[in-house]
């Protein structure tokens, strides 16, 4: 911690100077430490008068309406006589308070605030100075501390619903003192630990990114590629839930709010600046390939893979997580057709081939499955077999001439 040295003396002064002239005043000395060890010179500071009233209440000076009776030039500020009007005979009041104007750079925030206004009580005239020490800091130490307070929360080996909304409180004024993607992510870790506590609904509920940046002040400042990693660690939170039936805000669900999110976040990729490749896009189609598997929602997951395989080279997905894209989406497909359900493939395939919804989704597999031909046509290992053969059967479907 630097100790700047500076001492700031502000003397109040009294109408009629006479013997008790050196009695009759205020002083305030001010020193100022830096704790961010970023100054290389003492910043100036002014002082501010304002008259203390409910309009103008303090911590509050900066206000267009507020408008300070004095302000006085650098370290020798002196407050005119019309203040001891004020006090009479041994009463102590006062109607004044002094601001202390740190000049210092935006990044430099007093430690504490309140230490900043200063009420003019007249037992300190001609008494002992009015200390103040004027610590600075960093946003970024802040947030720390913040960061600190959150952590060591969430090792507590019992979390009440107080514990998360003061957990919550300490990531948010982490991510007001510096809305940096570390910050955003400690805001998804509190609600991780809640979801995993299991006990009633989460406090904050975000499942879009649109609600997230309601949510979480300075989220939509962050560049594209950091929002999608928060959202990547919000999805793998809510995929990762021991109940996605659990009520989650207004999504209705975790399972709910989980499809909200992958959707959005694969929607996102549209048109946006960013290099694919540099982001973990598989992770999210994944995530919603399995979530429409569990809910047996064939269509959407047939979507999903047909976007997903479409889109396999730009966000270089591997042929180990093309594989299983490939058999979910088959499989669903044959489910929809009527495999094994008695007739034979032959009836199936006729069958498929005159219903146009049908057709038309074969018709995408066979497409996604003839991009994938180099890899599939020499294959011996079962499951790339499997899809050769699904492959197979849907240019049979899509090929096939109505009759």
């Known amino acids: 911690m630097r100790l700047l040295g500076i001492t700031c003396v502000s003397a109040l002064v009294l109408a009629s100077a006479g013997a008790g002239y050196a009695q009759e005043k205020y002083f305030l000395h001010v020193t100022l430490k830096d704790e961010s060890y970023s100054l290389t ?10 008259p203390f009233s409910p309009s103008t209440a303090p911590g509050m000076p900066e206000e267009d309406s507020i408008v300070p009776t004095k302000r006085g030039e650098p370290s020798t500020f002196i407050y005119g006589e019309d203040r001891l009007n004020d006090y009479i005979g041994g009463q102590e009041r006062s109607n004044y308070f002094v601001f202390i104007d ?4 935006s990044n430099l925030l007093p430690a504490d605030p309140g230490k900043l206004l200063v009420r003019m009580n007249p037992r300190y005239l001609g008494g002992q100075p009015i200390q103040r020490e004027i610590v600075l800091k960093t946003r970024a130490q802040f947030a720390e501390l913040y960061r600190i307070e959150v952590n060591q929360i969430l090792r507590l080996s019992r979390l009440s619903d107080s514990d998360f909304e003061r957990a919550y409180k300490a990531a948010l004024g982490a991510i007001d003192y510096n809305p940096e993607l570390d910050n955003f992510l400690l805001f ?11 006990a009633g609904p989460p406090s904050y509920a975000p499942a879009t990114p649109e609600e997230l940046a309601i949510q979480l002040s300075g989220y939509s400042d962050l560049p594209f590629r950091e929002r999608w990693l928060v959202e990547l660690d919000l999805l793998d939170t809510l995929v990762g839930a021991s109940d996605l039936d659990r009520a989650y805000g207004s999504a209705g669900t975790v399972r709910d709010a989980a499809l909200l999110l992958g959707t959005a976040m694969i929607d996102a990729l549209d048109g946006a600046e960013a290099d694919l490749a540099d982001l973990p896009v598989v992770r999210v189609y994944q995530h919603l390939s399995a979530l429409h598997a569990e809910a047996g929602d064939c269509v959407s997951l047939s979507e999903n893979a047909a976007r997903a395989l479409a889109d396999a080279e730009a966000i270089r997905m591997a042929w180990t997580a093309q594989r299983r894209l490939f058999l979910d989406w088959g499989t669903c497909l044959e489910t929809m057709s ?8 032959d009836a199936i395939i006729e069958d498929a081939s005159e219903k146009p919804f049908l057709r038309a989704q074969w018709g995408d597999f066979a497409d996604a499955s003839l991009r994938a031909e180099s890899r599939l046509e020499f294959a011996t290992a079962a499951a790339d077999v499997r899809i050769r053969d699904l492959k197979d059967i849907s240019l049979r479907i899509s090929e096939r001439t109505p009759e």
């Open 41 to 50: 010179s003492p910043p100036t500071v002014h002082y501010e008068v304002y």
């Open 188 to 198: 998804v870790k509190v609600l991780r630990a809640q979801l995993a506590a299991g």
């Open 102 to 105: 740190v000049d210092r750079p």
């Open 338 to 345: 009527g495999f094994g359900t008695g007739p034979t493939i």
